[in-house]
T-cell receptor, first 112, second 114 residues
Framework: GDSVTQMEGPVTLSEEAFLTINCTYT??????LFWYVQYPGEGLQLLLK?????DKGSNKGFEATYRKETTSFHLEKGSVQVSDSAVYFC???????????FGQGTTLQVKP | DAGVIQSPRHEVTEMGQEVTLRCKPI?????LFWYRQTMMRGLELLIY????????DSGMPEDRFSAKMPNASFSTLKIQPSEPRDSAVYFC????????????FGPGTRLTVL
């Protein structure tokens, strides 16, 4: 079935370090791909998305490129801040169902 | 817009009691989703509605769970009777349309069943 796999966390970085959170997917069709972020005690917020192969989603310094050949959608940021500490979820939607399938989430901790 | 509104934000109840969670989606959104988040199982889709009609309830864990959407601006998720293993954070989300559309999440209801 359709699924999303993320790298295990927690990821602990120093402020201004480079961030990569890996995400790969398995899908029978052509999904749209998403990164959501969850700050402590809050609901999920869309961070960025890409709807077709080779699209790059970007927001708040974060980027991810839809790579069909490697079925990946890795999240990157060049310089993280303490305020980026949160849980990051990779997700996909297949077809017209509207059903989001989430990865298990990766906790990011950024230390000053 | 105020975003997706959920109530209550926290609920503590005893095993066997009925629990009702409430959600008001963003006005104009046609889709409404109920999710459950636990440490063990992560985020799980329980059920979703399109234009107030339940489309897929395959994620509802068992008959103790039921969901309704009597109109476009209100939905409930009911657990009767509740059990300790139902303790989780329940999220409601809404979306304006179909494929590729962003889902907007509410702040969640943290349910504790003693």
């Amino acid at each position: 079935g359709d699924s999303v796999t993320q790298m295990e966390g927690p990821v602990t970085l120093s402020e201004e370090a480079f961030l990569t959170i890996n995400c790969t997917y398995t899908a029978t069709g052509y999904p749209s791909l998403f990164w959501y972020v969850q700050y402590p005690g809050e609901g999920l917020q869309l961070l960025l998305k890409a709807t077709k192969a080779d699209d790059k989603g970007s927001n708040k310094g974060f980027e991810a490129t839809y790579r069909k050949e490697t079925t990946s959608f890795h999240l990157e940021k060049g310089s993280v801040q303490v305020s980026d500490s949160a849980v990051y979820f990779c997700a996909l939607i297949i077809g017209n169902t509207g059903k989001l399938i989430f990865g298990q989430g990766t906790t990011l901790q950024v230390k000053p | 817009d105020a975003g997706v509104i959920q109530s209550p934000r926290h609920e503590v109840t005893e095993m066997g009691q009925e629990v009702t969670l409430r959600c008001k989606p963003i006005s104009g959104h046609d889709y409404l989703f109920w999710y459950r988040q636990t440490m063990m199982r992560g985020l799980e889709l329980l059920i979703y509605f399109n234009n107030n009609v339940p489309i897929d309830d395959s994620g509802m864990p068992e008959d103790r769970f039921s969901a309704k959407m009597p109109n476009a601006s209100f939905s409930t998720l009911k657990i009767q009777p509740s059990e300790p293993r139902d303790s989780a954070v329940y999220f409601c989300a809404s979306s304006p349309g179909e494929h590729g559309d962003t889902q907007y999440f509410g702040p969640g209801t943290r349910l504790t069943v003693l």
